[in-house]
Nanobody, 123 residues
């Protein structure tokens, strides 16, 4: 399974970004969970949101509830993270991850496949 993130950048506080993650090398029927995580310098990686490929159930960290929306387009093999009302504390490297053994967890240690990340900077 390969994951490639894009869409990061520098925005002012209050702005929005949509991150994209193209996923390849898996079958839709495998029931993968796809998640977005972030890691700021000197901090532990934390879960932001996750979505089940089958059924599209979503999960969010309390820190982004109401500001983030995770979605997927199975035809494009892409999962998105729309972030609104960005705050300086949202500044981090954002990673996309996948695993077929988990159900909606935001614990990064449970995910096997990872992308290289896309940087988000909010000032």
């Amino acid at each position: 399974v390969q994951l490639v993130e894009s869409g990061g950048g520098s925005v002012q506080a209050g702005g929005s970004l949509r991150l994209s993650c193209v996923v390849s090398g898996y079958a839709y029927s495998d029931g993968y969970c796809l998640g977005w995580f972030r890691q700021a310098p000197g901090k532990e990686r934390e879960g932001v949101a996750a979505i089940m490929i089958l059924g599209a159930t979503t999960y969010y960290a309390d820190s982004v509830k109401g500001r983030a929306t995770i979605s997927r387009d199975n035809a494009k093999n892409t999962v998105y993270l729309q972030m609104n009302g960005l705050k300086p504390e949202d500044t981090a490297m954002y990673y996309c991850a996948a695993d077929d053994r988990v159900t909606g967890t935001l614990l990064f240690t449970r995910y096997k496949y990872w992308g290289r990340g896309t940087q988000v900077t909010v000032s």
